[in-house]
């Protein structure tokens, strides 16, 4: 049983670039978080989807967008990037149905450099 | 303002040695308490998982105890590992069905032989 894959594993971009990170749910999981991690910190939530809809969001940016395809996947979308947006990008799935207390699953998250 | 704080920030300790790891929020209501091994450069594992009801949970040599009365939750670790060595980090859930967890910024350990 996959869990949750994250691609790509590492990335550096330009400032005032784009950069798309992708994210595959564990099996039988339908909702996706994504989180930011700047180095020695903890996770900061950016946004979640659930079913292909942004349902809550952090305090970030209009730069920072998602989308989630009918097949649960998710794509998180960063534009005009800046030096600050390094950090360790991770993606979270769950399972609606289970109330989000169980089998909330990260995964290994995508290294993000900006220079 | 909904905070999960961890305390020490760092600890290093001898390789067999036990240690305790804290974990106070001020997250309400509360749902459930997380505890997660982040190894560098990877993303959190889950070690145990506390509801409002359950006040000791232990997976292996990981131990996890929950105070909801004083808002407190430890993490104690036996006989440690060099395999040890990671961030811990606590994760508050405030409200049931919600999905956005609140992050302390965790406890990095380091176990030396």
Known sequence: ?115 | KNQVEQSPQSLIILEGKNCTLQCNYTVSPFSNLRWYKQDTGRGPVSLTIMTFSENTKSNGRYTATLDADTKQSSLHITASQLSDSASYICVVSGTSGTYKYIFGTGTRLKVLA
């Open chain 1, 1 to 115: 049983d996959a869990g949750v894959t994250q691609s790509p594993t590492h990335l550096i971009k330009t400032r005032g670039q784009q950069v798309t990170l992708r994210c595959s749910p564990k099996s039988g999981h339908d909702t996706v978080s994504w989180y930011q991690q700047a180095l020695g910190q903890g996770p900061q939530f950016i946004f979640q989807y659930y079913e292909e809809e942004e349902r809550q969001r952090g305090n970030f940016p209009d730069r920072f967008s998602g989308h989630q395809f009918p097949n649960y996947s998710s794509e998180l979308n960063v534009n005009a990037l800046l030096l600050g947006d390094s950090a360790l990008y991770l993606c979270a799935s769950s399972s609606r149905d289970r109330g989000g207390i169980y089998g909330y699953t990260f995964g290994s998250g995508t290294r993000l450099t900006v220079v």
